[in-house]
């Protein structure tokens, strides 16, 4: 009877869409890698382990007690802080960048694991600092709290990640009852920021970015601001645009993505896979992988408004707002709405690290949503 009851709660709406995504990233990625030319099928059978794992990780999740851990909150935050660090001492460098570990034949990105570890620790930090959320000094401790793992994570460097954990820590304040007036100063003060960096990158002889930032991110604003300037720098977003706008409405067909299977498109099973979709399967393939994943965000959402309590669903909110921001990140990307980064596409690109985060965070949402949804008469959604 237990048992009845457990299945009938769970969100079989939220895991069908999941592995819908999941199964049709293995398709993708077996295109990008072009096993159909004879290439080694190795990555794909990776990415149906990777997801394999993933599972096992998502039933776990859906089953701990979330709230007993809670109340370790500091030693795990402090577990991911020593991870972090020990990507810069002992980390595996590719493509100018350190942000692997190497455990006999599995590399792992710590970088990927900080997002859900710092969803669920600020959710804790914020929920026993809520009395006093809009208090100076818990702002700037919580500004601390989350600014250590991003400066580490910064070092790497792994913009991406960075940027995931800015987009976390303001959702889940925002969530949490952050005055308005307090999110009015801050955009007062960033937007100007904002808008001087981008003239000054823009200018012949910049006076400050170019000292700021380091000289690939740089670049990369610099292909956004100006793609005229350095045809170099744009190369990889005009490579992706060429690609989506090729395969238009129904795509080329499976395997017949002709910038693909030439390996002009960059990194094609991960940061730019949503250049693969559009290509091979048109417009109407880009809409229906946005679609499941917008049902996804649109299920956190559900189960964040229906939660019991402020920690929960601040932890459902955060990794809402993670699906939804790396989503809008990699499509920006990939049609050059933004500046390059390199942001994986939730559930279909290609690496191990990113599929066990976000299915660890599909986990707590199943088990927040058994646990702690309101019924029909209290007023829930679900």
């Given at each position: 009877m237990e048992i009845k009851k457990y299945i009938q709660n769970l969100d079989w709406w939220l895991v069908g869409a999941v592995f819908l995504l999941a199964l049709f990233g293995l398709v993708c990625i077996a295109s990008a890698t072009r096993i159909n030319l004879g290439e080694s099928p190795s990555n794909v059978i990776k990415q149906g382990v990777f997801l394999l794992i993933g599972v096992g990780l998502m039933i776990a999740a859906a089953n701990v007690d979330y709230e007993y851990f809670a109340q370790f909150h500091i030693p795990i935050y402090i577990a991911n802080i020593l991870l972090l660090v020990a990507v810069l001492l002992i980390g595996t460098d590719s493509k100018g960048a350190t942000r692997w570990i190497a455990i006999g034949p599995l590399t792992i990105q710590p970088s990927e694991f900080a997002k859900v570890i710092m969803i669920f620790c600020l959710a804790r930090v914020i929920t026993l600092k809520q009395k006093i959320l809009n208090d100076l000094q818990t702002i700037a401790y919580l500004c601390v709290f989350t600014g250590i793992p991003l400066v580490l994570i910064q070092k790497q460097p792994a913009l991406s990640a960075s940027l995931v954990l800015v987009a976390i820590f303001c959702i889940e304040l925002f969530i949490a009852g952050l005055d308005w007036k307090i999110i009015r100063n801050v955009l007062v003060v960033i937007v100007p920021i904002v808008a001087l960096i981008l003239f000054d990158v823009s200018r012949e002889n910049p006076l400050f970015t170019d000292k700021v930032f380091a000289q690939h991110q740089f670049n990369r604003i610099l292909s956004f601001v100006d793609p005229s300037r350095d045809a170099s720098l744009y190369y990889q977003t005009e490579k992706s645009i060429s690609a989506i706008g090729s395969g238009q409405l129904t795509g080329k067909g499976l395997f017949e993505g002709t910038l693909n299977q030439l390996s002009y498109l960059p990194e094609p099973h991960n940061d730019f896979i949503f250049s693969v979709i559009g290509e091979e399967f048109g417009f109407f393939g880009c809409i229906f992988?946005?679609?499941?994943?917008?049902?996804?965000?649109?299920?956190?959402?559900?189960?964040?408004?229906?939660?019991r309590d402020t920690f929960s669903q601040?932890?459902?909110?955060?990794?809402?707002?993670?699906?939804?921001?790396?989503?809008?990140?990699?499509?920006?990307v990939a049609t050059g709405i933004l500046p390059n980064t390199g942001m994986s596409l939730p559930f279909v690109s290609y690496g191990g690290s990113s599929m066990w985060t976000n299915m660890v965070a599909i986990g707590l949402?199943?088990?927040?949503?058994?646990?702690?949804?309101?019924?029909?008469?209290?007023?829930?959604?679900?």
């Open positions: 992988v946005l679609a499941v994943l917008l049902f996804i965000v649109f299920r956190c959402i559900l189960i964040a408004i229906s939660a601040l932890v459902a909110a955060g990794i809402a707002g993670m699906f939804a921001f790396q989503t809008f990140v990699n499509a920006g949402m199943l088990n927040i949503r058994k646990k702690e949804t309101k019924s029909l008469f209290e007023g829930g959604l679900l």
